[in-house]
């Protein structure tokens, strides 16, 4: 496998890990290092011991995107067959069966569990990927799939991946594993706080003698100055954008092909595809959750390739794809939160540091933060570049989690009793940590008691699942969404609009739209003009859901999206991106979906769910809805066909080519009536180059 990848030399992390012999002693092993230090690789050492036993091996992290990397990585290897599963989350993917190495997301690989999907008993080696993030909002999902793991098959080995944390000891402890901590890193990492053209190190400064308006364009100029890229973190998209284009001035940079590009992958460019078009034509790029997955790509791979020299970005890329920098620079150390604007965490700030250094490009990267002043200074160095990482906390007793996951462990047949219930609980990372799990279970009463009223489980001497509550499981969503629909279902009469909002009030779509204090008479009157569509009674609902407004005007812009309003005006009327946009397109399509299951078995009529679904998916009402399902016809171009009597597949087969080519253009024309199983005569030139007939 070296050899393959071309690797002669193991470096200081993988040979500790190889010193505590855990492949031969099939043990479970912690990895403490810092980023790019070549845990990946320890990893991939214990998946070939797993599978010369005949046991497969699962890799599992936070991100779809990082896990395809991780793919396209571990496929190269030869002898192995590798599995990317990072899609359907209600599906048990049998072909899995047939792969040794299979890498997931944890949202992904907790789904295949509850689908009890058939590779699961032949499990020998998991590892966790980025195992630190136990105390985020994801961690519990995590940390259940672990404590799953370890008590199903006892023997599985665990191997946990993470950064630099101070308690990597207590979770090997937790896992009865081995422990590596290293701060070997292939390149050095130099950390400072900038003011004033220096940077202070701990060791010493060092001094920035290079142009620019402000100091993170003094500290990208002396970067590209040495021929180096620059990472920039913000807090904010709208800053990402705004140091993206002053980036942009001083880059010298011109990418004209890479430019369109960006602009193609949508099929009508947004303002935003243009703002970011021009950013990259002169060298520099944002990076956001607000960019749609292909422009994020595309921005990832060329700062990779070197076609660009800086990206302005927010933290959620320091957990993202491989991106080393030359500098990284990190302007600020707040976000805005529910308290308002509260400081980073050191881990936060360490994991974006980073991404500064690039192997076989330089000997060491810079990792800077930029104060304000002489003080603020002195707080970044001794807070942030001289701090020390916090401590992972579990996340378990999180309520909306912990709830979803009691409900997955009995639909499993996994925590049949009380007793094993607590069995459970005891396993968890929660229960290692604080010593105790009494807090734990009361809380797991309360919410099996919810779950019960509900109709999900059955509570006596034993736990049991009831069918729907099984499905809810599988379906992979709130079981506190799936009641709020159950009950909307039962006791509403409701129209389209009603179904939207029915939808949109689930935990799935949150964070919804902010209802601003000018808007709110306007938005009272339409829910007013549409109750009996709504199916809400709109004098008390506002006494009842102090959200009221917020999921109204989030459901009114699916309703607009469904009624096929151009997406830039969507964009603009109500202040979302287009990444955010696609983000909550597929959890309304997904939810909806989830509300056609259910309401199938629960005898409920399911034609109005499936079609909303379908017009969810295409942004268009319910007569394009044949002509959207052909490859090559979004929402503009089908209204252009049906606006031209081409209405259905029908008028599609008996309309020439040539007719067909003015409206959509000669290769869309040329795929249809391919599509449709007709033969396409062209002039002359092979096809899609000439005129159609």
């Known amino acids: 496998m070296l050899k393959q990848l071309g690797i002669d030399k193991l470096n200081p992390v993988q040979e500790k890990a190889l010193a505590t012999h855990f492949i031969e002693n099939r043990s479970s092993l912690v990895v403490s290092s810092p980023t790019g230090s070549g845990k990946t690789l320890v990893s991939l050492f214990a998946a070939l011991g797993a599978i010369r036993r005949g046991k497969k091996a699962v890799y599992t992290c936070p991100l779809r995107a990082l896990a395809s990397e991780h793919y396209g990585a571990f496929k190269k290897i030869k002898g192995i067959k590798v599995a990317l599963s990072t899609g359907d989350l209600d599906s ?384 992979y969503i709130d079981p506190y969404s799936a009641h709020l629909m159950l009950e909307a279902m039962r006791s509403r009469e409701m129209g389209e609009l009603g179904l939207m909002y029915m939808l949109t009030a689930t935990n799935e779509l949150r964070p919804y739209l902010r209802a601003k204090q000018g808007e709110e008479s306007a938005l009272w009157s339409d829910a007013y003009l549409h109750e009996k569509e709504l199916g809400v009674d709109c004098v008390n609902v506002g006494f009842e859901d102090y959200n009221f407004l917020d999921k109204y005007k989030t459901t009114l812009l699916l309703r607009d999206w469904a009624n096929e309003m151009r997406e830039e005006e969507i964009l603009e009327r109500y202040n979302v991106a287009p990444g955010i946009l696609r983000t909550k397109l597929s959890n309304w399509e997904w939810v909806c979906y989830a509300a056609t299951e259910i309401a199938r078995l629960e005898k409920f009529p399911t034609q109005e769910l499936k079609r909303l679904s379908r017009r969810i998916k295409y942004g268009v009402r319910s007569e394009l809805l044949p002509l959207v399902e052909l490859k090559g016809i979004g929402r503009i171009r089908a209204r252009k066909l049906f606006a031209s009597s081409l209405r259905t597949i029908r008028d599609l087969e008996k309309a020439p080519a040539s007719d067909l080519a003015r409206i959509v253009g000669p290769k869309t024309a040329e795929s249809v009536k391919r599509q449709l199983g007709q033969d396409v005569r062209v002039e002359g030139k092979p096809a899609g180059q000439t005129k159609l007939k």
């Open 92 to 475: 048990r993917d049998a072909y899995l069966q047939n792969y040794d190495l299979i890498v997931t997301s944890y949202e992904k690989l907790d789904s295949l569990m509850r689908h009890r999907s058939k590779f699961i008993p032949d499990v020998g080696l998991l590892v966790a990927d980025e195992v630190h993030l136990l105390d985020t909002n994801r961690g519990a999902t995590l940390e259940t799939i672990i404590t799953r793991f370890r008590q199903l098959l006892p023997e599985c080995q665990i191997v946990a991946l993470s950064a630099t944390i101070p308690n990597a000891k207590e979770i090997a402890g937790w896992l009865d594993a081995e422990l590596v901590v290293s701060g070997w890193r292939p390149t050095k990492l130099v950390k400072g706080a900038y003011y004033d053209g220096i940077i202070e190190t701990g060791d010493g400064t060092i001094k920035v003698d290079a142009p620019g308006k402000t100091p993170v364009l003094q500290l990208a100029a002396d970067t590209f100055r040495r021929g180096g890229q620059a990472l920039v973190f913000v807090n904010t998209r709208k800053s990402a954008v705004a140091e993206a284009r002053r980036l942009s001035a001083i880059t010298g940079m011109h990418n004209d092909r890479l430019a369109e590009k960006i602009l193609s992958v949508l099929e009508s460019p947004t303002k935003q595809c243009r703002e970011l078009a021009e950013c990259v034509r002169k060298g520099a790029a944002f990076h956001t959750a607000a960019l749609v997955a292909g422009q994020r790509k595309i921005v990832e791979d060329a700062f990779r390739e070197g076609k660009l020299k800086a990206i302005a970005a927010t933290p959620t890329l320091a957990l993202g794809v491989n991106t080393p920098a030359d500098t990284v620079i990190v302007r600020d150390l707040v976000r805005y939160t529910e308290n308002g604007l509260s400081p980073i965490s050191v881990r936060e700030f360490l994991q974006m540091a980073g991404r500064a250094g690039r192997p076989g490009y330089g000997k060491e990267g810079l990792a800077v933060c930029v104060a304000k002043d002489l003080s603020e200074k002195d707080g970044y160095l001794n807070g942030y570049v001289l701090g020390k990482p916090e401590k992972v906390y579990s996340q378990l007793g999180f309520e909306p989690v912990l709830r979803t996951q009691l409900l997955a462990s009995v639909a499993l047949g996994f925590t049949p009793s009380r007793e094993k219930l607590g069995e459970f609980l005891l396993g968890s990372f929660y229960a290692y940590q604080y010593g105790e799990v009494d807090s734990l279970l009361r809380k797991a009463d309360e919410l099996l008691t919810e779950l019960e009223g509900w109709g999900f489980i059955e509570v006596g001497s034993s736990l049991l699942p009831t069918p729907l509550g099984r499905r809810v499981s599988e379906l």
